[in-house]
């Protein structure tokens, strides 16, 4: 009967040596939460017997829309805008999904954060954030067959308005006479997507 379990056990290691090794080493896996990273390591793990198997770590770290602008230093006057508004709690707690147009560092970003009105703080972020999930190609898609322009409401219920030019994509809020520019896009989150604008004065 010893012998018995001990080939059972045996058997039972190899199988499940064979299915880990599968996925041996380090690399990316999908999810059903897409913009999650999901690492995978091997260890090694001795067992009774002199018997090694390989035991799979499946780590997910995932990221929202706060979490990516934080990683990026040229948001860094944003982010503390963002900080001192309870929309900070919201994007950080809340499925959303949200789109975010953060704002590269600029005079346009110090100028209000000097300010120590927390309504005018609060107003001026959440008339960079729009209700659900715009990336670039939804963008094009939403626009017009008679002009490459369209048009959100944002968390404050102002008006934004994006269009091309010359193969560019522009921001620009009625509540701004000033036009900005994507930096940088579809940065994206478990939460939403992120796009960096610049605007073209600074």
């Known amino acids: 009967m010893k012998t018995n379990n001990y080939i059972l056990r045996v058997l039972f290691l190899g199988i499940l040596t064979s299915l880990t090794l599968l996925s041996c080493?380090?690399?990316?896996?999908?999810?059903?939460?897409?913009?999650?990273?999901?690492?995978?390591?091997?260890?090694?793990?001795?067992i009774q017997d002199s018997i090694t198997v390989s035991v799979l770590e499946v780590v997910i770290q995932p990221n929202n829309v706060v979490d990516r602008?934080?990683?990026?230093?040229?948001?860094?006057?944003?982010?503390?805008?963002?900080?001192?508004?309870?929309?900070?709690?919201?994007?950080?707690?809340?499925?959303?999904?949200?789109?975010?147009?953060?704002?590269?560092?600029?005079?346009?970003?110090?100028?209000?954060?000097?300010?120590?009105?927390?309504?005018?703080?609060?107003?001026?972020?959440?008339?960079?954030i729009v209700k659900g999930a715009h990336s670039t190609p939804n963008i094009y898609k939403s626009f017009s067959s008679l002009r490459s322009k369209t048009s959100?409401?944002?968390?404050?219920?102002?008006?934004?308005?994006?269009?091309?030019?010359?193969?560019?994509?522009?921001?620009?809020?009625?509540?701004?006479?000033?036009?900005?520019?994507?930096?940088?896009?579809?940065?994206?989150a478990s939460n939403g997507i992120v796009h960096i604008i610049k605007y073209l004065e600074d």
């Open 69 to 128: 602008m934080v990683e990026r230093p040229q948001l860094s006057q944003f982010v503390a805008a963002l900080s001192n508004t309870t929309l900070d709690s919201i994007l950080k707690t809340e499925e959303g999904p949200f789109t975010v147009f953060a704002v590269l560092n600029s005079q346009e970003i110090r100028a209000v954060t000097a300010k120590s009105d927390f309504g005018e703080i609060s107003g001026w972020v959440a008339s960079y």
């Open 152 to 188: 959100f409401k944002t968390y404050n219920v102002k008006e934004i308005a994006i269009y091309e030019l010359n193969d560019t994509l522009f921001f620009e809020s009625n509540s701004n006479e000033k036009k900005a520019w994507f930096y940088s896009s579809d940065l994206h």
């Open 25 to 46: 080493g380090q690399e990316v896996a999908k999810t059903n939460h897409p913009e999650a990273i999901v690492i995978q390591t091997i260890d090694s793990l001795a």
